[in-house]
């Protein structure tokens, strides 16, 4: 049996289907299993063990297309479902075949987003996709999501300042829009609300704003961002003993993890499903005691996009400015 998953993009939603791809390795162990996504997100998949073979998308779509024709695959496990998946989908369907999708729920997210009515299931987006899976008879082992790190990209202790040894707490600066990260001038306040060593943890996009944090106090903030590659900086997460993130596919790795984090919520919202799950947790009846979800729950204009823009539509940025940081004390003592 062969099976294709697709999923194109990015970091975090890659991350989120990872279950999948266990569930199905374990529970149908002579199946081959397979994924469809772009070369940039490569390293996310390329040590884990349940996967047979990555095929990487380039420019040349109907090249991809051949080439997986070449295979014939059993089932199509659609995750990204877009236009250019289902194209994949459709050419590759046939007799002996099967495709499924899972459903993006795009009617009750622009109803969100749009009027504010908010009819999202209080469960994570992993828990979607495996209702995709409902006809293979896959269910959902409730152990979280994976992330597993080649060891030629695994750190020690000598790749970060000695000051760090003993433990740090990574605070996540990045973000694929702006909407999404907390600003600088609050990054500095919770910096001096850490009580250990801080790594900041970002790509080389978020150098500057992090030279700029870091340098508050430069013995106890380490700046990481663009010296570490995505799984360099996934095992430099898995080390820290907390982490603050902003909503981005660091947070996701920290949540494969286990890790206690402090999630920090922008324009967007955890109800729409992409919060850190740890196999068990939704929102409203079974929060994980190791997750604090940071919003300010008093603005009629969140949410105010389902990804995000490059600048505030009202131009207050208040969903950030305003975030209360009195909770993550607590948090700080209890697992610091």
């Avoid at 990015?10 to 529970?27: A, N």
């Avoid at 991809?64 to 199509?76: A, R, S, V």
């Avoid at 790509?203 to 990481?224: M, T």
């Avoid at 898995?238 to 206690?260: E, R, W």
Wanted: with cysteine; glycine share 6%.
């Amino acid at each position: 049996m062969k099976i294709l998953i697709i999923r194109f993009s990015s970091i975090g939603d890659i991350v989120l289907t990872t279950p999948i791809i266990r569930c199905l390795k374990q529970q149908r162990p002579e199946a081959e299993i397979h994924y469809l996504t772009k070369k940039a997100f490569e390293p996310i998949l390329m040590a884990n063990p349940y996967l047979h073979h990555i095929h990487l998308l380039n420019d040349n779509l109907d090249a991809t297309i051949e080439n997986l024709k070449k295979i014939g695959f059993d089932y199509i496990i659609d995750l990204h479902k877009n236009l250019r998946s289902a194209r994949v989908k459709n050419a590759l369907r046939s007799k002996r075949t099967k495709a499924y999708a899972f459903s993006k729920l795009n009617v009750q997210k622009w109803l969100y987003v749009n009027l504010k009515i908010n009819l999202m299931p209080d469960k994570s987006i992993v828990e979607r996709y495996f209702e995709a899976l409902k006809p293979l008879g896959i269910h959902n082992d409730g152990q979280g999501l994976d992330y597993f790190i080649p060891n030629q990209d695994t750190t020690d202790h000598k790749d970060i300042p000695m000051s760090h040894w003993a433990g740090y707490v990574g605070f996540v600066i990045g973000g694929s829009f702006a909407t999404k990260k907390l600003p600088v001038a609050r990054w500095k306040e919770l910096c001096a609300l850490s009580p250990i060593p801080i790594i900041l943890l970002g790509g080389a996009e978020d150098r500057e704003e992090a030279q700029e944090i870091a340098a508050l106090d430069p013995i106890k903030i380490y700046n990481s961002c663009g010296k570490f590659n995505l799984n360099e900086s996934a095992h430099l997460v898995q080390h820290a003993k907390l982490i603050v993130s902003n909503d981005t596919g660091l947070m996701h790795i920290a949540a494969a993890y286990k890790k206690p984090i402090v999630a920090l919520w922008g324009n967007t919202t955890p109800e729409m499903g992409m919060f850190p799950y740890y196999g068990y947790n939704n929102l409203k009846t079974n929060l994980a005691p190791n997750l604090l979800l940071l919003e300010n729950k008093n603005l009629n204009c969140r949410p105010c996009s389902k990804i995000g823009f490059n600048k505030c539509p009202k131009n207050h940025f208040k969903c950030m400015n305003l975030l209360q940081f009195s909770e993550i004390s607590i948090l700080f003592k209890k697992f610091i």
